[in-house]
């Protein structure tokens, strides 16, 4: 960790060798000392499990954690077939810039044999998802001899690029696993799988697949129903990564990539990737939004999107609050922990989400989290009426006829039947899709509390479908402390209105942001 941290390489993850344009030297040692301190480093208990060769842990009944010097190939040798229970595993990315500092930190402190077993992954130049996939399924093979008939093996995917997804499931399914259970984010991109044992294999030729006929239109066939499903579940535009990782979590359960493992002699990623691709992009169920050429790039909509659910978005704001609201005091792990468990399969909440809701409805005290007491539901209510009772007075002082049709809303007009010239939506949360989406008069405003102006400018980011909405409605955004100030100021006539409601803007980034008035 510590001479990852030192290098000076332009980003966290570089994927090339390309250190920065200004000359920048990190202190070793000063790194050293840091991360020998840092709280994830050290504890005040003792630690719960021992640390042993595996040979030790085998000969003891007591829980241990194994610290195991080699590879799953070389570790069946030392265990007996179908008797491990459970295996977990952070499955190794591509990257050649690991690989190769890898071998040269291991080199530099341990000898230049040390970095034997890495020096042939440093010297290769090209790492395809064909390699990686035959890689990943030989160590599959080899943890699937171990494993007990009704056993689990967990995947976790930290940077789950759809290559890599698709390499992933691609190699369990070809290896004979099943998988049972799912979780895929879009930001970042993050995946956790569960496969079981297969017990009742059934080849892709007894099955009666052949990839010269059947298969192609299958895959095609699944792909464009499950990006059909992924957009219309979320309820909200969705970019390609995620799609075409859902697309390949479909083909594993369907065990298509076992079929096509069987019977493509080099490459089945070659065959997949490029059917799920023609599915999307020759579908007359979904849209390409703000897209270039490539059907990698914008986002995915329904072209008919009168099933699809409410935006994801607004719903796991909702059961942030909710959570908040409920607990005293909860750790940001535990909160997702319960998001999660609320939201499965590819409706798992992504982690920027998480915590722009958090950051919203909570304050952190210590590592823990509490609801903000201003956003307890009976003040918020309170609130609300008030910020209304307020725009009705401030419509009047500015001869304006103000009328309340509905709780929270509040029309201005001109004096008699004229049509409505303002009509404001008092919110309490941020959730502004069920305003945006709806047919009204006059100019729009949603008026939220300004808590709610990180989470409102974050969905308008996520969400192209919502951001286009807002600019082609014309609407506007004001803060429940700027109906106050207006109201404060005496001076304000009817010619300055607009004018005053664009004086406090969603965020503090530059006059290119929408305004939250």
């Not at 171990?146 to 190699?171: C, I, Q």
């Not at 990623?269 to 390409?288: F, N």
Request: proline share 5%.
């Amino acid at each position: 960790m510590a001479y990852d941290e030192g290098t000076s390489l332009e980003e966290d993850h570089p994927r090339s060798l390309k250190p920065h344009a200004r000359y920048r030297e990190k202190n070793l040692w000063l790194t050293l000392e840091r991360l020998a301190t840092d709280d994830a480093n050290t504890g005040d208990g003792p630690l719960s499990a021992a640390l042993l060769p595996l040979p030790d842990l085998l000969a003891r009944r007591e829980a241990a954690v194994p610290v195991f010097d080699g590879s799953v190939r070389d570790l069946i040798k030392h265990l007996e077939p179908a008797t491990v229970p459970l295996m977990i595993s952070a499955l190794p990315r591509r990257n050649a810039v690991l690989w190769t500092l890898s071998a040269f930190w291991a080199a530099w402190l341990w000898g230049e044999n040390a970095a034997g077993s890495v020096r042939n992954f440093a010297r290769r130049r090209r790492y395809d998802w064909a390699w990686h996939e035959t890689a990943l399924r030989a160590s599959f093979a080899a943890c699937h001899k171990l494993l007990k008939p009704d056993s689990r093996f967990v995947a976790l995917l930290p940077e789950a690029d759809p290559g890599f997804v698709g390499a992933a499931l691609t190699a369990a399914d070809g290896a004979d696993f099943d998988l049972v259970d799912f979780a895929l984010r879009g930001d970042p991109m993050e995946a956790q799988f569960t496969f079981g044992v297969a017990q009742t294999f059934q080849s892709a030729r007894a099955g009666g697949h052949a990839l010269q006929s059947l298969p192609l239109q299958t895959i095609r066939r699944c792909a464009e129903d499950t990006a059909i499903a992924v957009i219309r579940d979320r309820g909200e535009p969705v970019k390609w990564g995620l799609i075409i990782s859902a697309a390949f979590v479909e083909l594993a359960r369907d065990h298509l990539l076992r079929a096509a493992v069987e019977q493509t002699a080099t490459d089945p990623l070659e065959v997949i990737m490029p059917a799920v691709e023609a599915a999307c992009a020759h579908s007359s169920q979904l849209v390409h939004l703000m897209a270039e050429e490539s059907p990698r790039s914008g986002w995915w909509w329904l072209a008919d999107p009168a099933a699809a659910a409410d935006p994801l978005a607004d719903r796991a704001e909702r059961e942030t609050a909710r959570a908040l609201a409920e607990a005293v005091d909860t750790h940001a792990v535990a909160l997702e922990r319960r998001l999660c468990a609320a939201f499965t399969g590819w409706l798992t909440p992504d982690a920027t989400l998480i915590s722009h809701c958090l950051e919203s409805y909570g304050e952190e005290h210590h590592t823990v989290w509490k609801f903000r007491p201003e956003d307890d539901p009976e003040s918020r209510a309170e609130d609300v009426q008030r910020i209304a009772d307020d725009l009705l007075a401030l419509g009047k002082r500015l001869g304006y006829e103000g009328r309340s049709p509905r709780e929270a809303e509040v029309e201005w007009r001109e004096a008699g039947s004229a049509p409505i010239a303002y009509c404001f939506l008092v919110s309490d949360t941020a959730v502004i899709s069920r305003f945006v989406y709806a047919a009204g008069e006059g100019r729009r405003v949603v008026v939220v509390p300004g808590g709610r102006a990180g989470l409102v400018q974050y969905k308008l980011g996520r969400n192209p479908r919502l951001r286009v909405a807002v600019e082609q409605g014309g609407w506007l955004f004001l803060k429940f402390r700027h109906v106050r100030r207006l109201l404060s100021e005496q001076t304000l006539d009817r010619n300055a209105i607009l004018t005053a409601l664009g004086l406090d803007p969603i965020s503090e980034k530059g006059s290119d942001q929408l305004q939250l008035l």
